[in-house]
């Protein structure tokens, strides 16, 4: 007797149940399996239920995934602790023996006059120092942050660098100055530094994040999960890193998965950017009527979303509705918004996209996968880490 047919989740092909894989995609098939009554029924379409449950055991998967990805970050963290230990202590030694012998005239003299966050920075770098000319270290990185505050970036830069040469082993330091690398768009430079940190503090979550947001705008996906995943549970960054998983698994035309992701991380707050990604994933997973909803509603929360406005306009073009379809390319003209992806199309006049606005542009040589799209959706990624990391 012929098995039970199980269909694609991410492609909805047919599939023996006896495939691991999907034929038609290689996508790794998860149980969902249609009623044998079912089998011979050619015109059926799958029920709301169905829809639904489907969705569902795809955000049961993503959990999983990120689950396993961060168990094995974890297991990396904690061999690289125990490398460092040892060196750790010794520098713990040094830095109380420094830090005795240091008269309190010469701390009171090294005190920063400035606001309380610049003079946090300079103190946590300044405790982590194990060299001795801690005079010399104290003022290249106190002009550092002072210039950096006065927007001379190109001398701010110079000073930090000098100050990570005398202190390569500080990781308040390094930090410090690839999260101001990363801000300026100098991402080749933040992820040296990066890197460095995370050899010395591979737990800091700060650094995770930074470095696992920058593989990921270079597409290294594999990398960019296993630093991530460790973080997808926590309040202060699920948002940025559930959001950086859903782009990662749109380039891989994942589209269950990446509906569940940016799903997650428009748990705790509605967000235009989420909807509007949302509504692109469900238009490349063939489900017009969840596209529509998700458009519409991040037009609701923010009617100046020229893209949210012509991807309205694409799907009311796939389903013929013409009408609807040139009120809405109007409004999208008539928004005008920075930096839209629709800008192109709009001066062309086509609604003819193989694939949705947020994602056009992956197929580009070198593509940045996360700030190489809508301005936009660059900001909104920077605006959300700098939230996650301050």
């Known amino acids: 007797m012929e098995r039970t047919s199980v269909y694609c989740q991410n492609c909805r092909s047919q599939n023996s149940l006896r495939d691991t894989h999907c034929q038609h995609?290689?996508?790794?098939?998860?149980?969902?399996?249609?009623?044998?009554?079912?089998?011979?029924?050619?015109?059926?379409?799958p029920s709301f239920y169905e829809d639904h449950l489907l969705e569902r055991v795809s955000l049961l998967e993503l959990r999983l995934v990120q689950m396993s990805e961060s168990l094995r970050i974890?297991?990396?963290?904690?061999?690289?602790?125990?490398?460092?230990?040892?060196?750790?202590?010794?520098?713990?030694?040094?830095?109380?023996?420094?830090?005795?012998?240091?008269?309190?005239?010469?701390?009171?003299?090294?005190?920063p006059k400035a606001n309380n966050k610049r003079a946090r920075t300079i103190e946590k770098a300044v405790a982590e120092h194990d060299s001795p000319n801690v005079e010399l270290f104290t003022k290249l990185l106190t002009e550092g942050v002072r210039l950096l505050e006065k927007n001379e970036e190109k001398e701010a830069f110079r000073m930090l660098e000098r100050a990570v040469l005398l202190s390569p082993r500080n990781t308040s330091l390094l930090f410090f100055t690839a999260?101001?690398?990363f801000f300026a768009d100098r991402f080749a430079d933040a992820k040296k530094y990066l890197e460095?940190?995370?050899?010395?503090?591979?737990?800091?979550?700060?650094?995770?994040?930074?470095?696992?947001?920058?593989?990921?705008?270079?597409?290294?996906?594999e990398k960019a999960r296993l630093?991530?995943?460790?973080?997808?549970?926590?309040?202060?960054?699920?948002?940025?890193?559930?959001?950086?998983?859903?782009?990662?698994?749109?380039?891989?035309?994942?589209?269950?998965?990446?509906?569940?992701?940016f799903k997650l991380a428009s748990e705790r707050e509605e967000i235009p950017e989420l909807h509007y990604l949302t509504g692109a994933a469900y238009v490349q997973h063939d489900d017009a009527p969840s596209a529509l909803r998700h458009f519409q509603r991040a037009i609701g929360l923010d009617g100046n979303y020229s893209d949210a406005w012509f991807m309205q306009a694409v799907v009311y073009n796939l389903q013929n509705e013409?009408?609807?379809a040139q009120n809405m390319l109007e409004n999208a003209s008539e928004v005008k918004e920075a930096g839209a992806q629709c800008a192109e199309f709009l001066r062309k006049k086509s609604l003819?996209?193989?694939?949705?606005?947020?994602?056009?542009?992956?197929?580009?040589?070198?593509?940045?996968?996360?700030?190489?799209?809508?301005?936009?959706?660059?900001?909104?990624?920077?605006?959300?880490?700098?939230k996650a990391i301050e």
């Open 25 to 45: 995609c290689g996508t790794r098939l998860l149980l969902v399996v249609f009623p044998q009554s079912l089998q011979y029924d050619t015109n059926h379409v």
């Open 74 to 111: 974890a297991m990396e963290i904690i061999r690289e602790q125990g490398k460092i230990v040892k060196e750790t202590q010794h520098q713990v030694r040094l830095l109380n023996k420094r830090l005795g012998n240091r008269p309190a005239q010469e701390a009171e003299e090294n005190k």
């Open 179 to 181: 999260k101001n690398y």
């Open 196 to 221: 460095k940190a995370f050899e010395l503090a591979p737990d800091n979550e700060d650094v995770l994040l930074l470095l696992g947001t920058i593989y990921a705008d270079e597409g290294e996906t």
């Open 227 to 261: 630093f991530l995943s460790i973080l997808a549970e926590i309040e202060k960054t699920s948002r940025i890193v559930n959001f950086i998983w859903g782009i990662l698994a749109a380039f891989e035309e994942k589209w269950t998965e990446s509906i569940a992701a």
């Open 322 to 324: 013409k009408e609807n």
């Open 352 to 386: 003819n996209l193989k694939i949705a606005l947020p994602f056009q542009h992956f197929d580009k040589k070198n593509a940045r996968l996360l700030t190489g799209g809508a301005l936009r959706l660059a900001r909104f990624l920077k605006n959300e880490i700098g």
